[in-house]
């Protein structure tokens, strides 16, 4: 038994079932597009694993072994080979309670782990959130959480660029307001982290008026925050901002070596910028600019490797705002070959999770043997 993965473009899901099929087991991660969800796919991928904790996301396009997908249906099983045991949680009502919803995630999942401290080195957490809530608030809350000293990697959920329903399931429920966690106790390596490709300029700035709950930023270094973005990419002013020029030129906390993206996606009464991740006033930030999307990928598969050898299995968690890059440069199908090698998932999301909420982003889990 192994990793096993399969994908579709088309609506019938049970040849992807059948294909991930195996003896034992312990969990199935599925990604799909959002209009799937007419299908009942979700009760589908339970009667095919009423043994397995099931978790699923909606996505806008998803990545599997045929490549690149717009739409479709990608999944993976782990087997008891790979994983000893996994509990799981699933709570609603992340938008209007992020920190009550992830609360009861964590005391839910407290009670089904061992009793006193669980080894970060044996345990790994996935997490999928809807895609129009603040992770940022319920990441907070599973990172400070005294029984979770173990990774948790994830994404959020996303729909067509409509931001109007994402959706998440566990087991045999579907949500467009829920939050679900799986925590994994490995019986073989693993190996996590999250991967940036735009790098600093140099360009420091202050945030110093912001509304993070609404994640919108008004003022940097007292200007208004759309005048100070434009005047950084000498345009004239907000009204010249296109999509574009946000998906390129992003923000960045930079910390060492470290770069933490900050992405803003619309001018806010023409004076605010709104971003896929909060910011509070009093960040130092930079401006970022474009570096090597496909180079990135080759460095974060051979990080991996240097500490897990051989990789069985790959799911990555990718940023919308990376995969549009990719398609706008015609690299999807590079992308993929660099992991076509190995068993491999993903989806393209509304934010990635790892310790925190990012965006602009790749954040990764790789299995070892």
Same mark, same amino acid.
């Given at each position: 038994m192994s990793v096993l993965t399969a994908a579709t473009a088309g609506e019938d899901i049970d040849p992807v079932l059948q294909a991930i099929s195996q003896e034992n087991v312990r969990i199935v991660l599925y990604f799909f597009s959002v209009d799937y969800k007419k299908l009942d796919i979700e009760a589908t991928v339970h009667q095919w694993f009423p043994e397995a904790v099931c978790l699923g996301s909606s996505m806008i396009g998803g990545w599997g072994p045929n490549g690149p997908m717009e739409k479709g249906f990608t999944a993976m099983s782990l087997s008891s080979d790979e994983v000893e045991t996994v509990v799981s949680s699933f709570r609603e009502g992340v938008k209007a309670h992020p920190r009550q919803t992830a609360r009861e995630i964590v005391e839910d999942? &407290?009670?089904?782990?061992? =009793?006193?401290? !669980?080894?970060?080195?044996?345990?790994?957490?996935?997490?999928?959130?809807? %895609?129009? *809530?603040? %992770?940022?608030?319920?990441?907070?809350?599973?990172?400070?959480?005294?029984?979770? @000293?173990?990774? $948790?990697? %994830?994404?959020?959920? #996303?729909? =067509?660029? @409509?931001? @109007? =329903?994402?959706?998440?399931?566990?087991?045999?429920?579907?949500? *467009?307001?829920? #939050? #679900?966690?799986? !925590?994994?106790?490995?019986?073989?390596?693993?190996? /996590?982290?999250?991967?940036?490709? /735009?790098?600093?300029?140099?360009?420091?700035?202050?945030? @110093?008026?912001?509304?993070?709950?609404?994640?919108?930023?008004?003022?940097?270094?007292?200007?208004? &925050?759309?005048? /100070? /973005? &434009?005047?950084?990419?000498?345009?004239?002013?907000?009204?010249? $901002?296109d999509h574009i020029h946000f998906s390129r030129n992003p923000l960045g906390v930079v910390i060492g070596d470290r770069v933490y993206t900050r992405s803003p996606n619309a001018v806010i009464d023409g004076k605010g910028l709104q971003f896929y991740c909060f910011i509070e006033a009093g960040t130092k930030m930079q401006l970022l600019k474009q570096g090597d999307i496909l180079a990135n990928a080759r460095d974060a598969l051979k990080k991996a490797e240097d500490y897990v050898y051989p990789i069985q299995g790959v799911i990555l968690f990718n940023c919308v705002l990376r995969y549009l890059e990719m398609k706008e440069d015609g690299k999807l199908e590079s992308f993929h070959q660099i992991f076509s090698s190995l068993p491999y998932i993903g989806f393209n999301t509304y934010g990635e999770e790892l310790f925190t909420h990012h965006n602009q982003t790749l954040t990764a889990l790789f299995i070892g043997r």
């Open positions: 999942i &407290a009670l089904q782990l061992p =009793e006193g401290e !669980v080894n970060p080195a044996d345990y790994i957490g996935i997490v999928l959130i809807d %895609g129009l *809530s603040l %992770g940022e608030l319920l990441m907070k809350e599973f990172t400070t959480a005294k029984k979770f @000293t173990f990774p $948790i990697v %994830g994404g959020a959920a #996303a729909d =067509e660029l @409509t931001f @109007t =329903e994402t959706l998440v399931a566990h087991n045999s429920i579907m949500s *467009s307001d829920g #939050a #679900a966690v799986a !925590v994994m106790k490995m019986k073989v390596p693993f190996f /996590y982290d999250h991967f940036v490709h /735009y790098l600093p300029t140099g360009k420091e700035f202050l945030i @110093t008026r912001a509304d993070p709950q609404r994640r919108i930023v008004w003022e940097i270094n007292h200007m208004p &925050a759309a005048d /100070y /973005y &434009a005047k950084l990419l000498n345009l004239p002013g907000p009204e010249a $901002i």
